[in-house]
Each structure stands twice: as structure tokens, then as C-alpha cells.
């Protein structure tokens, strides 16, 4: 039996747009950070029976995926138990399917592959299930490069720099913790099929990437922060701008906006970012975490707070 554990990620540029919908290939590059304390399970072991059994929360046809690719690849077709439990809410925009499939993929390399698969080929396997589960396989600041082969052959992941580079804490204010109302695949299909900044969106990516690696090189928060908001904003702009909308933002949403607003305007360097759900991620320095945390506790329309910083080692992500 194999046990691995993958935590979340967060993106700051963000990816939301396929040029591939098969292959989950994207259509620009994403760059992200990845959690700590934010993980998934997934355990993985020969079925005494003839069939696969999933012991999964939801659907269980982005899992079947990932399973299918590493059979092929690997040529092993013995029936499996798997099952993947997320330590945290899932389907609510905390990128629980990016945690989960990461772990899944990396538990099946393990199992079938005996921890020989190279990462890369890993992440083909993970990219199937959900497309921003690659930037969970490695710790840090890490890249998605979104590449043009039609194949996905230079749809690569690699790490920019690790979590040391430029400590940051995350403080998340759960608005709700359900799963979300439309599917980010569903979503950035209808953005695309009727948003008119949808191209716009995609064309401002080489500019915002380059100015967030610009202000990563430099340890610049403040720039990183600035252009990791105005590429969050300008992506709910697009779903905003679809018909009908896709509208992830509840009133706690806005509130924790504000709240992000105010705390800078009061000389706390901090900064929001929000995904396909209410949730609003605000990171900051880890000496600002407690300030910002308490902060949040006092909005009303919260229900929860999760804290979380970069972390992890490649090394204690796959065994932890
Ligand atoms: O990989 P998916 O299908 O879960 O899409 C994720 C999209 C966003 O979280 C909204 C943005 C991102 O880059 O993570």
C-alpha cells in the first residue's frame, strides 16, 4: 500500500483557459505557490476483486483519468483500491482538485511505477484530472508553462524559486464552504464561447508574468502583490462578462476585499487573490499573518478562517 500526501496550490497568475480540453492543455502559462498544511491523501493498493474501488468524495471521472494514463504509460492493468481524502473543504475554490489529483498521480507513480516515473511525465498524468494539479508537484514559487506542442510535450512545470526565496503566510476566508455552483472546466468553456475579454485576458498574460517573475527575482512583494490581484480581478472580470456571468463572489467575498484594502492602506503589506469560488486567499509576510488573521476573524460574513505558508520540501511531500 502507498500513502502519499500533495498540498494545494494557489495561483497568482492565473490559468483560465484551455487550448486543449482533451489533454487540459492551457492556453498561457500560470505561476503559483504551493500550501503546506492545505493536503490531500491518496492511498493507493491492490483490489482483492476484479474491478477498481474508489473511496472518493465526488465525482470520480477526473480520478479515472489520471488512473487510465499511468496504466497506459506504465502497462499495469492490476485492479486497484484507491481512495483520496482532502484535509480541507473540497469543490470550493481551496483547489482541492489540483491537491487531490497531485497526489493522486504521485501515489500511482509510486505504486505502479515504483517511484522511477520522471516528474514530468508525472504531471501529464496529474494535468488530466485537473490542468493546475501540476503546480502542486513541487514546493515553492512554481511555473506552469503553458508551451505550443500540440501534444503538450513542452507543457512543462518547474520551480522558479523555493518557499525560502520569499516566506509568505496565507490567511483564507472561507465565505463558503460548499462546493461551487459551476465547474472551473464548464466556466472557462462559457468564457469562452461568450465573455468578450476573454482574448484580452490571455493576451495580458506574457506582461503579467513577466513583471510577477520580474518582482519574485527582486523579493518584491509589493509588486508581486499588485500584479497577482489585478490578473485575479481581471479573470472574475471575464467570467463577470459571460452570458449568463459566472459569478463566484458572495458578499463575505467583497468584504474581505475591503478588508484586504484597508489593512494596506493602514501599512499592512497584504494581498488578495481569489479562484473559481468565494474564498478570498490574502497572503502577506509571515510577521503580518496574525495581524491580517485577526483582521479577518471579525468580519461577518465569514464562516470560517484557514491559515496555511509555502513550505514543504519535495522530499517531505512525498512522504509526509
Ligand atoms: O485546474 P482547474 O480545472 O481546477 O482550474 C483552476 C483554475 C483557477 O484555480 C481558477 C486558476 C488557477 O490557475 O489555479
Given at each position: 500500500?502507498?500513502?502519499?500526501?500533495?498540498?494545494?496550490?494557489?495561483?497568482?497568475?492565473?490559468?483560465?483557459?484551455?487550448?486543449?480540453?482533451?489533454?487540459?492543455?492551457?492556453?498561457?502559462?500560470?505561476?503559483?505557490?504551493?500550501?503546506?498544511?492545505?493536503?490531500?491523501?491518496?492511498?493507493?493498493?491492490?483490489?482483492?476483486?476484479?474491478?477498481?474501488?474508489?473511496?472518493?468524495?465526488?465525482?470520480?471521472?477526473?480520478?479515472?483519468?489520471?488512473?487510465?494514463?499511468?496504466?497506459?504509460?506504465?502497462?499495469?492493468?492490476?485492479?486497484?483500491?484507491?481512495?483520496?481524502?482532502?484535509?480541507?473543504?473540497?469543490?470550493?475554490?481551496?483547489?482541492?482538485?489540483?491537491?487531490?489529483?497531485?497526489?493522486?498521480?504521485?501515489?500511482?507513480?509510486?505504486?505502479?511505477?515504483?517511484?522511477?516515473?520522471?516528474?514530468?511525465?508525472?504531471?501529464?498524468?496529474?494535468?488530466?484530472?485537473?490542468?493546475?494539479?501540476?503546480?502542486?508537484?513541487?514546493?515553492?514559487?512554481?511555473?506552469?508553462?503553458?508551451?505550443?506542442?500540440?501534444?503538450?510535450?513542452?507543457?512543462?512545470?518547474?520551480?522558479?524559486?523555493?518557499?525560502?526565496?520569499?516566506?509568505?503566510?496565507?490567511?483564507?476566508?472561507?465565505?463558503?464552504?460548499?462546493?461551487?455552483?459551476?465547474?472551473?472546466?464548464?466556466?472557462?468553456?462559457?468564457?469562452?464561447?461568450?465573455?468578450?475579454?476573454?482574448?484580452?485576458?490571455?493576451?495580458?498574460?506574457?506582461?503579467?508574468?513577466?513583471?510577477?517573475?520580474?518582482?519574485?527575482?527582486?523579493?518584491?512583494?509589493?509588486?508581486?502583490?499588485?500584479?497577482?490581484?489585478?490578473?485575479?480581478?481581471?479573470?472574475?472580470?471575464?467570467?463577470?462578462?459571460?452570458?449568463?456571468?459566472?459569478?463566484?463572489?458572495?458578499?463575505?467575498?467583497?468584504?474581505?476585499?475591503?478588508?484586504?484594502?484597508?489593512?494596506?492602506?493602514?501599512?499592512?503589506?497584504?494581498?488578495?487573490?481569489?479562484?473559481?469560488g468565494p474564498n478570498v486567499k490574502i497572503f502577506c509576510s509571515p510577521e503580518y499573518?496574525?495581524?491580517?488573521?485577526?483582521?479577518?476573524?471579525?468580519?461577518?460574513?465569514?464562516?470560517?478562517?484557514?491559515?496555511?505558508?509555502?513550505?514543504?520540501?519535495?522530499?517531505?511531500?512525498?512522504?509526509?
Amino acid at each position: 500500500m502507498i500513502k502519499v500526501s500533495a498540498p494545494s496550490n494557489i495561483a497568482l497568475i492565473k490559468y483560465w483557459g484551455k487550448r486543449d480540453r482533451a489533454l487540459n492543455l492551457p492556453l498561457t502559462s500560470s505561476l503559483s505557490i504551493t500550501l503546506s498544511s492545505l493536503i490531500s491523501e491518496a492511498t493507493v493498493e491492490e483490489s482483492t476483486g476484479s474491478e477498481d474501488l474508489w473511496d472518493i468524495m465526488g465525482d470520480p471521472s477526473k480520478s479515472q483519468r489520471v488512473l487510465a494514463a499511468a496504466r497506459k504509460d506504465l502497462g499495469d492493468h492490476r485492479p486497484l483500491k484507491i481512495s483520496i481524502v482532502n484535509h480541507f473543504p473540497s469543490g470550493a475554490g481551496l483547489a482541492s482538485s489540483a491537491s487531490s489529483m497531485a497526489a493522486l498521480a504521485l501515489a500511482l507513480s509510486q505504486f505502479l511505477g515504483s517511484g522511477e516515473v520522471p516528474l514530468q511525465q508525472i504531471a501529464t498524468w496529474s494535468r488530466l484530472g485537473s490542468g493546475s494539479s501540476v503546480r502542486s508537484l513541487l514546493p515553492g514559487y512554481v511555473l506552469w508553462e503553458a508551451g505550443t506542442d500540440p501534444e503538450g510535450k513542452d507543457c512543462l512545470v518547474r520551480q522558479l524559486h523555493p518557499a525560502s526565496h520569499l516566506p509568505l503566510s496565507l490567511v483564507v476566508c472561507v465565505v463558503n464552504d460548499q462546493p461551487k455552483h459551476i465547474g472551473s472546466t464548464a466556466a472557462m468553456e462559457r468564457c469562452r464561447d461568450t465573455s468578450p475579454i476573454y482574448d484580452g485576458f490571455h493576451q495580458r498574460n506574457d506582461a503579467d508574468l513577466q513583471l510577477a517573475q520580474e518582482a519574485l527575482v527582486q523579493g518584491d512583494l509589493l509588486t508581486l502583490g499588485r500584479v497577482a490581484e489585478a490578473n485575479c480581478l481581471a479573470m472574475h472580470n471575464v467570467m463577470h462578462q459571460a452570458i449568463p456571468p459566472v459569478d463566484y463572489f458572495m458578499p463575505g467575498t467583497h468584504e474581505a476585499i475591503a478588508l484586504t484594502r484597508q489593512l494596506r492602506a493602514n501599512g499592512v503589506p497584504c494581498f488578495f487573490t481569489i479562484d473559481a469560488g468565494p474564498n478570498v486567499k490574502i497572503f502577506c509576510s509571515p510577521e503580518y499573518q496574525e495581524v491580517v488573521s485577526q483582521a479577518c476573524r471579525a468580519l461577518p460574513g465569514l464562516v470560517g478562517i484557514l491559515e496555511d505558508r509555502l513550505g514543504l520540501s519535495y522530499e517531505e511531500l512525498l512522504t509526509k
